[in-house]
Nanobody, 123 residues
Framework: QVQLVESGGGLVQPGGSLRLSCAASGIIVSTYGMAWFRQAPGKEREFVVGIGWSDENTYYAHFVKGRFTMSRDNAKNTVYLQMNSLKPEDTAVYYC????????????????WGQGTQVTVSS
């Protein structure tokens, strides 16, 4: 049984930082494409950042480039999302996903999803 468990969300002021974690069981993260998506109230779930399954490059959505960093710890079978310079528009539920897809930014390519963790950026 595959499980992706996100943690690290919370309330942070604008300009602050958070680090999200996604601990995997039932899969080996280094053998899957891993990604973070987010969904704000009333909006579609959107791609944030992902590590490609086929090329292991890291791809960022334009709105997080230079602020967010995705990393992977193979020993812990965990991926992380370091978020800096947070803005109110970053408020959303953040989801971790895993899939063997070459289309890194597309939701249908991911087979497994976590339950999400809430990030709220507000003063």
């Amino acid at each position: 049984q595959v499980q992706l468990v996100e943690s690290g969300g919370g309330l942070v002021q604008p300009g602050g930082s958070l680090r999200l974690s996604c601990a995997a069981s039932g899969i080996i993260v280094s053998t899957y494409g891993m990604a973070w998506f987010r969904q704000a109230p009333g909006k579609e779930r959107e791609f944030v950042v992902g590590i490609g399954w086929s090329d292991e490059n890291t791809y960022y959505a334009h709105f997080v480039k230079g602020r967010f960093t995705m990393s992977r710890d193979n020993a812990k079978n965990t991926v992380y999302l370091q978020m800096n310079s947070l803005k109110p528009e970053d408020t959303a539920v953040y989801y971790c996903a895993a899939g063997r897809t070459s289309r890194v930014t597309n939701k249908p390519g991911y087979d497994f999803w976590g339950q999400g963790t809430q990030v709220t950026v507000s003063s």
